[in-house]
T-cell receptor, first 110, second 114 residues
Framework: RKEVEQDPGPFNVPEGATVAFNCTYS??????FFWYRQDCRKEPKLLMS???SGNEDGRFTAQLNRASQYISLLIRDSKLSDSATYLCVVNRGGRRALTFGSGTRLQVQP | NAGVTQTPKFRVLKTGQSMTLLCAQD?????MYWYRQDPGMGLRLIHY???????AKGEVPDGYNVSRLKKQNFLLGLESAAPSQTSVYFCASSTGLAVSYEQYFGPGTRLTVT
């Protein structure tokens, strides 16, 4: 079983739609959680950290459920520029190394 | 500020050849990492370094060696390339600060081993 699991998609949605991605992690000792964004053939970039109480950054909302070992990302009012692969990322603490999910691909259609 | 740079951007090797990938960062970061990314696998950590002169194994270290002789540089070596090492290699760096785990990535090196 992968340590971080994501639905690979693709999620094809029209502009303006709301879309949600989920991610599960297997190691209950995981301490820090993130969403990274990766455009086609480019490097990953941090989208947002995920806090226990949930957090929002503009059109993006991240939630964490430690009991179910589950992270989510909600994107409201999707834009064409949101088309990318979204990587769920977990840190187990200590070594500062990150464990990446294989990503969920989003395609926003005009 | 260039951030994290990687050299070369593309390379084709024959099985058994060796090469070194260079990563450089100008952000004075303590931590540096090498990942490989394969289709459907996500990024996997090869080796990492928590400071100049130190290195440690990650998840998939076999077939690779690294060195961090200067704080700003992290080198990844393939001594005898194999087709299984065909991949996209990303270098990343981060600060040593406990409050921030954000990793900054280089643009990647696309390596093909024939």
């Amino acid at each position: 079983r992968k340590e971080v699991e994501q639905d690979p998609g693709p999620f094809n949605v029209p502009e303006g739609a709301t879309v949600a991605f989920n991610c599960t992690y297997s190691n209950s000792a995981s301490q820090s959680f993130f969403w990274y964004r990766q455009d086609c053939r480019k490097e990953p970039k941090l989208l947002m950290s995920v806090y226990s109480s949930g957090n929002e950054d503009g059109r993006f909302t991240a939630q964490l459920n430690r009991a179910s070992q589950y992270i989510s990302l909600l994107i409201r009012d999707s834009k064409l520029s949101d088309s990318a692969t979204y990587l769920c990322v977990v840190n187990r603490g200590g070594r500062r190394a990150l464990t990446f999910g294989s990503g969920t691909r989003l395609q926003v259609q005009p | 500020n260039a951030g994290v740079t990687q050299t070369p951007k593309f390379r084709v090797l024959k099985t058994g050849q060796s090469m070194t990938l260079l990563c450089a960062q100008d952000m004075n970061h303590e931590y540096m990492y090498w990942y490989r990314q394969d289709p459907g696998m996500g990024l996997r950590l090869i080796h990492y370094s928590v400071g100049e002169g130190t290195t440690a194994k990650g998840e998939v270290p076999d077939g690779y060696n690294v060195s961090r002789l200067k704080k700003q540089n992290f080198l990844l070596g393939l001594e005898s390339a194999a087709p299984s090492q065909t991949s996209v290699y990303f270098c990343a760096s981060s600060t040593g600060l406990a409050v921030s785990y954000e990793q900054y990535f280089g643009p990647g090196t696309r390596l093909t081993v024939t």
